[in-house]
Protein backbone atom coordinates (compact mmCIF):
# COMPACT_ATOMS: atom_id res chain seq x y z
CA UNK A 1 0.00 0.00 0.00
CA UNK A 2 1.43 3.54 -0.84
CA UNK A 3 2.11 6.59 1.64
CA UNK A 4 -0.51 8.52 -0.28
CA UNK A 5 -3.51 5.52 0.09
CA UNK A 6 -2.26 5.03 3.94
CA UNK A 7 -2.49 9.02 4.14
CA UNK A 8 -5.99 9.07 3.22
CA UNK A 9 -7.06 6.36 5.77
CA UNK A 10 -8.54 7.24 9.14
CA UNK A 11 -5.80 5.09 11.04
CA UNK A 12 -5.28 7.90 14.28
CA UNK A 13 -7.08 8.15 17.03
CA UNK A 14 -8.38 11.79 17.27
CA UNK A 15 -6.93 14.25 18.99
CA UNK A 16 -7.57 16.43 22.14
CA UNK A 17 -8.63 19.43 19.74
CA UNK A 18 -10.67 17.19 17.51
CA UNK A 19 -12.80 16.43 20.39
CA UNK A 20 -12.92 19.33 22.21
CA UNK A 21 -14.29 20.91 18.47
CA UNK A 22 -16.71 17.97 18.01
CA UNK A 23 -18.05 18.85 21.24
CA UNK A 24 -18.25 22.22 20.75
CA UNK A 25 -20.34 21.74 17.32
CA UNK A 26 -22.67 19.24 19.60
CA UNK A 27 -21.45 16.55 18.17
CA UNK A 28 -21.30 13.70 21.51
CA UNK A 29 -22.08 10.35 21.67
CA UNK A 30 -25.86 9.82 21.70
CA UNK A 31 -27.30 6.10 22.64
CA UNK A 32 -31.56 6.43 22.40
CA UNK A 33 -31.77 3.05 24.53
CA UNK A 34 -30.06 3.79 27.34
CA UNK A 35 -32.14 7.87 27.57
CA UNK A 36 -35.17 5.26 26.98
CA UNK A 37 -34.09 2.08 29.60
CA UNK A 38 -33.46 4.97 32.05
CA UNK A 39 -36.75 6.69 31.64
CA UNK A 40 -38.75 4.03 32.17
CA UNK A 41 -36.49 1.92 34.67
CA UNK A 42 -37.16 5.72 36.68
CA UNK A 43 -40.95 5.13 36.24
CA UNK A 44 -41.11 2.12 37.14
CA UNK A 45 -39.22 2.42 40.20
CA UNK A 46 -41.50 5.63 40.88
CA UNK A 47 -44.66 3.82 40.18
CA UNK A 48 -43.42 1.05 42.53
CA UNK A 49 -42.20 3.66 45.43
CA UNK A 50 -44.99 6.40 45.39
CA UNK A 51 -48.01 4.35 43.91
CA UNK A 52 -50.17 4.94 47.24
CA UNK A 53 -49.37 8.97 46.91
CA UNK A 54 -50.38 9.06 43.17
CA UNK A 55 -53.18 7.07 44.18
CA UNK A 56 -54.63 9.08 46.44
CA UNK A 57 -53.96 12.31 44.73
CA UNK A 58 -55.33 11.05 41.18
CA UNK A 59 -58.82 9.73 42.92
CA UNK A 60 -59.22 13.48 43.88
CA UNK A 61 -58.14 14.96 40.53
CA UNK A 62 -60.66 12.50 39.07
CA UNK A 63 -63.79 13.71 41.23
CA UNK A 64 -62.90 17.28 40.63
CA UNK A 65 -62.58 16.80 36.76
CA UNK A 66 -66.19 14.58 36.68
CA UNK A 67 -67.50 16.83 38.84
CA UNK A 68 -67.28 20.65 37.12
CA UNK A 69 -69.00 23.72 38.34
CA UNK A 70 -72.06 23.69 37.00
CA UNK A 71 -71.60 27.17 36.18
CA UNK A 72 -69.27 26.04 33.32
CA UNK A 73 -72.15 25.10 31.31
CA UNK A 74 -73.77 28.82 31.20
CA UNK A 75 -70.10 30.17 30.24
CA UNK A 76 -68.62 27.81 27.68
CA UNK A 77 -65.79 30.09 27.00
CA UNK A 78 -64.70 29.58 30.42
CA UNK A 79 -63.92 25.94 29.35
CA UNK A 80 -60.81 26.18 27.44
CA UNK A 81 -59.36 28.03 31.25
CA UNK A 82 -60.78 24.99 33.04
CA UNK A 83 -59.08 22.04 30.78
CA UNK A 84 -55.59 24.38 31.56
CA UNK A 85 -56.29 23.99 35.32
CA UNK A 86 -57.37 20.42 35.20
CA UNK A 87 -53.98 19.50 33.20
CA UNK A 88 -52.29 21.68 35.46
CA UNK A 89 -53.94 20.03 38.91
CA UNK A 90 -52.90 16.40 37.19
CA UNK A 91 -49.31 17.55 36.90
CA UNK A 92 -49.09 18.38 40.40
CA UNK A 93 -51.40 14.80 41.33
CA UNK A 94 -48.47 12.95 39.25
CA UNK A 95 -45.25 15.53 40.41
CA UNK A 96 -42.82 12.43 41.61
CA UNK A 97 -43.16 10.62 38.29
CA UNK A 98 -43.16 14.15 35.94
CA UNK A 99 -39.83 15.29 37.90
CA UNK A 100 -38.06 11.73 38.66
CA UNK A 101 -38.36 10.92 34.96
CA UNK A 102 -37.12 14.43 33.72
CA UNK A 103 -34.13 13.69 35.78
CA UNK A 104 -33.49 10.24 34.26
CA UNK A 105 -33.93 11.69 31.48
CA UNK A 106 -30.56 13.19 32.03
CA UNK A 107 -28.51 10.01 32.83
CA UNK A 108 -27.71 9.03 29.24
CA UNK A 109 -26.18 12.41 28.22
CA UNK A 110 -24.38 12.26 31.60
CA UNK A 111 -23.00 8.85 31.18
CA UNK A 112 -21.64 9.07 27.45
CA UNK A 113 -20.05 12.35 27.65
CA UNK A 114 -21.23 14.55 30.35
CA UNK A 115 -23.37 17.68 30.25
CA UNK A 116 -22.78 19.67 27.55
CA UNK A 117 -23.83 22.66 25.60
CA UNK A 118 -23.64 23.76 22.63
CA UNK A 119 -24.85 26.99 20.50
CA UNK A 120 -23.76 25.63 17.75
CA UNK A 121 -25.92 22.84 17.55
CA UNK A 122 -28.82 24.99 17.76
CA UNK A 123 -28.29 26.21 14.20
CA UNK A 124 -29.67 25.42 11.36
CA UNK A 125 -27.61 22.48 9.19
CA UNK A 126 -28.82 23.04 5.60
CA UNK A 127 -26.55 20.37 4.52
CA UNK A 128 -29.37 17.65 5.96
CA UNK A 129 -31.56 18.70 3.40
CA UNK A 130 -29.35 16.96 0.43
CA UNK A 131 -31.16 14.28 -0.77
CA UNK A 132 -28.11 12.52 -1.42
CA UNK A 133 -27.52 12.92 1.99
CA UNK A 134 -30.46 11.64 2.99
CA UNK A 135 -30.13 8.68 0.67
CA UNK A 136 -27.05 7.38 2.55
CA UNK A 137 -28.52 8.24 5.74
CA UNK A 138 -31.18 5.54 4.81
CA UNK A 139 -28.97 3.09 2.83
CA UNK A 140 -25.67 3.77 4.78
CA UNK A 141 -24.13 1.67 7.15
CA UNK A 142 -25.62 3.84 10.05
CA UNK A 143 -29.19 2.46 8.87
CA UNK A 144 -28.38 -0.93 8.94
CA UNK A 145 -26.63 -0.47 11.98
CA UNK A 146 -30.59 1.03 13.52
CA UNK A 147 -32.21 -1.95 11.48
CA UNK A 148 -30.40 -4.29 13.30
CA UNK A 149 -30.72 -2.73 16.86
CA UNK A 150 -34.39 -2.38 16.31
CA UNK A 151 -34.18 -6.32 15.62
CA UNK A 152 -33.22 -6.56 18.73
CA UNK A 153 -35.34 -4.01 20.47
CA UNK A 154 -38.54 -6.12 19.33
CA UNK A 155 -36.41 -9.41 20.36
CA UNK A 156 -35.55 -8.99 23.75
CA UNK A 157 -38.52 -7.03 24.74
CA UNK A 158 -41.10 -9.14 22.71
CA UNK A 159 -39.46 -12.06 24.70
CA UNK A 160 -39.14 -10.57 28.00
CA UNK A 161 -42.68 -9.27 27.62
CA UNK A 162 -44.13 -12.82 26.37
CA UNK A 163 -42.23 -14.46 29.08
CA UNK A 164 -44.16 -12.68 31.75
CA UNK A 165 -47.53 -13.13 30.00
CA UNK A 166 -46.82 -16.76 28.87
CA UNK A 167 -46.36 -17.66 32.83
CA UNK A 168 -49.43 -14.88 34.20
CA UNK A 169 -52.11 -16.44 31.43
CA UNK A 170 -53.43 -18.07 33.77
CA UNK A 171 -53.88 -15.92 36.53
CA UNK A 172 -55.11 -13.24 33.80
CA UNK A 173 -58.23 -15.51 32.88
CA UNK A 174 -58.47 -16.12 36.96
CA UNK A 175 -59.35 -12.28 36.83
CA UNK A 176 -63.01 -12.29 35.86
CA UNK A 177 -63.85 -14.49 38.44
CA UNK A 178 -62.33 -12.45 41.36
CA UNK A 179 -63.95 -9.77 43.37
CA UNK A 180 -63.11 -6.03 42.02
CA UNK A 181 -61.14 -5.19 44.44
CA UNK A 182 -58.58 -8.48 44.82
CA UNK A 183 -59.18 -8.02 40.72
CA UNK A 184 -57.40 -4.99 40.76
CA UNK A 185 -54.37 -5.81 43.13
CA UNK A 186 -53.72 -8.83 41.30
CA UNK A 187 -53.91 -6.93 37.69
CA UNK A 188 -51.53 -4.05 38.93
CA UNK A 189 -48.88 -7.10 40.02
CA UNK A 190 -49.21 -8.55 36.63
CA UNK A 191 -48.80 -5.63 35.07
CA UNK A 192 -45.64 -4.26 37.33
CA UNK A 193 -43.93 -7.67 36.43
CA UNK A 194 -44.68 -6.76 33.11
CA UNK A 195 -42.74 -3.41 33.61
CA UNK A 196 -40.17 -4.87 34.89
CA UNK A 197 -39.77 -7.63 32.58
CA UNK A 198 -39.58 -4.99 29.58
CA UNK A 199 -37.29 -2.48 31.55
CA UNK A 200 -34.54 -5.43 32.39
CA UNK A 201 -34.91 -6.00 28.82
CA UNK A 202 -34.02 -2.29 27.82
CA UNK A 203 -31.83 -2.23 30.17
CA UNK A 204 -29.60 -4.99 28.67
CA UNK A 205 -30.27 -3.66 25.34
CA UNK A 206 -29.09 0.06 26.42
CA UNK A 207 -25.79 -2.08 28.08
CA UNK A 208 -25.06 -2.86 24.37
CA UNK A 209 -25.72 -0.29 22.55
CA UNK A 210 -24.11 2.65 25.08
CA UNK A 211 -20.31 1.40 24.47
CA UNK A 212 -20.90 0.94 20.45
CA UNK A 213 -22.41 4.43 20.25
CA UNK A 214 -19.54 5.27 22.30
CA UNK A 215 -16.92 3.36 19.68
CA UNK A 216 -18.73 4.79 16.75
CA UNK A 217 -18.36 8.08 17.62
CA UNK A 218 -14.47 7.86 17.99
CA UNK A 219 -14.15 5.59 15.15
CA UNK A 220 -16.09 8.60 13.24
CA UNK A 221 -13.43 11.32 14.42
CA UNK A 222 -10.33 9.16 13.67
CA UNK A 223 -8.16 11.05 11.69
CA UNK A 224 -5.70 10.48 8.74
CA UNK A 225 -1.74 11.04 9.18
CA UNK A 226 -2.30 13.66 6.38
CA UNK A 227 -4.91 15.42 8.82
CA UNK A 228 -3.04 15.09 11.93
CA UNK A 229 0.22 16.12 10.63
CA UNK A 230 -1.97 19.57 9.42
CA UNK A 231 -3.54 19.73 12.86
CA UNK A 232 -0.24 19.62 14.40
CA UNK A 233 1.37 22.48 12.34
CA UNK A 234 -1.55 24.71 13.02
CA UNK A 235 -0.98 24.00 16.86
CA UNK A 236 2.69 24.24 17.12
CA UNK A 237 3.31 26.60 14.17
CA UNK A 238 5.04 24.73 10.89
CA UNK A 239 9.28 23.90 11.28
CA UNK A 240 10.23 27.24 8.56
CA UNK A 241 7.70 29.85 11.30
CA UNK A 242 9.28 27.69 14.12
CA UNK A 243 13.54 28.13 12.75
CA UNK A 244 12.24 31.89 11.93
CA UNK A 245 10.90 32.45 15.50
CA UNK A 246 13.99 31.29 16.85
CA UNK A 247 16.34 32.96 14.53
CA UNK A 248 14.47 36.87 15.38
CA UNK A 249 14.46 35.87 19.43
CA UNK A 250 18.38 34.71 19.09
CA UNK A 251 18.52 38.19 16.86
CA UNK A 252 16.84 39.86 19.42
CA UNK A 253 19.09 38.40 22.50
CA UNK A 254 22.22 39.24 20.84
CA UNK A 255 20.16 43.22 20.33
CA UNK A 256 19.69 43.30 24.07
CA UNK A 257 23.24 41.59 24.90
CA UNK A 258 25.16 44.26 22.84
CA UNK A 259 23.16 47.12 24.39
CA UNK A 260 24.79 45.80 27.65
CA UNK A 261 28.36 45.82 26.59
CA UNK A 262 29.05 49.30 27.16
CA UNK A 263 27.69 49.36 30.71
CA UNK A 264 30.20 46.24 31.68
CA UNK A 265 33.54 46.74 33.29
CA UNK A 266 35.79 44.27 31.72
CA UNK A 267 35.88 42.18 29.04
CA UNK A 268 37.76 38.75 29.54
CA UNK A 269 38.50 37.32 26.12
CA UNK A 270 40.58 34.25 24.87
CA UNK A 271 42.04 36.83 23.49
CA UNK A 272 40.45 35.55 20.16
CA UNK A 273 37.27 32.83 20.17
CA UNK A 274 35.77 33.85 23.43
CA UNK A 275 34.68 36.79 25.57
CA UNK A 276 33.07 37.33 28.49
CA UNK A 277 31.55 41.15 29.90
CA UNK A 278 31.40 41.78 33.16
CA UNK A 279 29.79 44.05 35.30
CA UNK A 280 29.76 44.81 39.51
CA UNK A 281 28.13 47.13 41.36
CA UNK A 282 28.80 46.91 45.20
CA UNK A 283 25.64 48.20 46.17
CA UNK A 284 23.35 46.53 44.21
CA UNK A 285 24.93 43.25 43.46
CA UNK A 286 26.35 40.36 45.37
CA UNK A 287 29.06 38.97 42.66
CA UNK A 288 30.45 40.55 39.40
CA UNK A 289 27.08 39.28 36.92
CA UNK A 290 27.36 38.01 33.25
CA UNK A 291 25.98 41.08 30.68
CA UNK A 292 27.13 39.32 27.39
CA UNK A 293 28.83 35.89 26.51
CA UNK A 294 30.23 34.87 22.89
CA UNK A 295 32.09 32.58 20.82
CA UNK A 296 34.01 33.49 17.67
CA UNK A 297 31.72 35.69 15.18
CA UNK A 298 30.34 37.25 18.44
CA UNK A 299 32.90 37.33 20.82
CA UNK A 300 34.63 39.85 18.02
CA UNK A 301 31.41 42.12 17.95
CA UNK A 302 31.42 41.82 21.60
CA UNK A 303 35.12 43.48 21.32
CA UNK A 304 34.62 45.57 18.86
CA UNK A 305 31.57 47.37 20.91
CA UNK A 306 33.57 47.16 23.89
CA UNK A 307 37.04 48.82 22.21
CA UNK A 308 34.24 51.42 20.64
CA UNK A 309 33.22 52.59 24.20
CA UNK A 310 36.39 51.90 26.23
CA UNK A 311 35.54 49.05 28.50
CA UNK A 312 38.64 47.41 29.23
CA UNK A 313 39.53 44.20 27.31
CA UNK A 314 41.82 41.80 29.92
CA UNK A 315 43.31 38.54 28.11
CA UNK A 316 42.82 35.74 30.32
CA UNK A 317 41.97 31.95 28.13
CA UNK A 318 41.52 29.77 31.00
CA UNK A 319 39.21 32.03 32.58
CA UNK A 320 37.03 33.14 29.76
CA UNK A 321 36.55 29.79 29.01
CA UNK A 322 35.24 28.96 32.49
CA UNK A 323 33.00 32.00 32.49
CA UNK A 324 31.57 30.88 28.97
CA UNK A 325 30.93 27.37 30.10
CA UNK A 326 30.08 27.70 33.48
CA UNK A 327 28.21 31.51 33.49
CA UNK A 328 24.74 32.58 32.14
CA UNK A 329 23.64 35.71 31.05
CA UNK A 330 22.31 38.27 33.70
CA UNK A 331 23.40 35.87 36.89
CA UNK A 332 25.97 36.15 39.20
CA UNK A 333 29.38 34.25 37.94
CA UNK A 334 29.80 30.40 39.54
CA UNK A 335 31.56 31.08 43.19
CA UNK A 336 34.49 28.92 42.23
CA UNK A 337 35.50 31.52 40.02
CA UNK A 338 35.35 34.79 42.18
CA UNK A 339 38.96 35.36 43.50
CA UNK A 340 40.30 34.67 39.78
CA UNK A 341 37.35 37.56 38.44
CA UNK A 342 38.37 39.80 42.05
CA UNK A 343 42.26 39.78 40.38
CA UNK A 344 40.70 40.61 36.60
CA UNK A 345 38.40 43.48 38.37
CA UNK A 346 41.53 44.71 41.07
CA UNK A 347 43.57 45.25 38.08
CA UNK A 348 40.86 47.06 36.02
CA UNK A 349 40.72 49.39 39.26
CA UNK A 350 43.86 49.72 39.16
CA UNK A 351 44.31 50.59 35.47
CA UNK A 352 41.51 53.63 36.37
CA UNK A 353 43.18 55.12 38.66
CA UNK A 354 46.58 55.10 36.69
CA UNK A 355 47.65 58.49 35.98
CA UNK A 356 51.66 58.16 35.16
CA UNK A 357 54.21 56.67 36.26
CA UNK A 358 54.70 52.52 35.96
CA UNK A 359 51.63 50.58 34.38
CA UNK A 360 49.88 48.20 36.44
CA UNK A 361 51.15 44.97 35.75
CA UNK A 362 48.67 42.48 34.02
CA UNK A 363 47.62 40.06 36.02
CA UNK A 364 48.41 36.18 36.27
CA UNK A 365 45.29 34.64 36.31
CA UNK A 366 45.67 30.93 37.51
CA UNK A 367 42.58 29.02 37.36
CA UNK A 368 41.04 25.59 36.98
CA UNK A 369 39.46 25.81 33.32
CA UNK A 370 36.91 22.91 34.14
CA UNK A 371 36.57 22.57 37.86
CA UNK A 372 37.82 19.42 38.20
CA UNK A 373 41.18 19.39 38.30
CA UNK A 374 41.11 18.36 34.45
CA UNK A 375 38.94 18.08 31.16
CA UNK A 376 36.01 16.63 31.74
Known sequence: MSDEEQAGEKTEQPTEKRLRDAREEGNTPRSRELGTAAVFGAAVATLMAFSGTMATNSREWMKAALSPEPGLRLHPQALFGHFGELLLQLLVAMWPLVLICLLASLLSPLVMDGLRWSNKSLMPQFNRLSPMAGMKRLYGPEAIAEFIKSLLRV????????????????????????????????????????????????VLLAAIDAPYQRWNWMRKLKMTREELRREMKESEGSPEMKGRIRQMQHQMANRQMMEAVPTADVVVVNPTHYAVALKYDGGKMGAPTVVALGVDETALRIREVADGNKVPLVSAPPLARALYREGKLGKEIPVRLYSAVAQ?????????????????????????????????
Open 344 to 376: VLSYVYQLRAWRGGPMPAAPRIDVDEFGKGGRP
Open 155 to 202: AFVGVAAGLVVWHGIRGLRDLVHQPLEAAIVNGLGFTLKLMLATGGAM
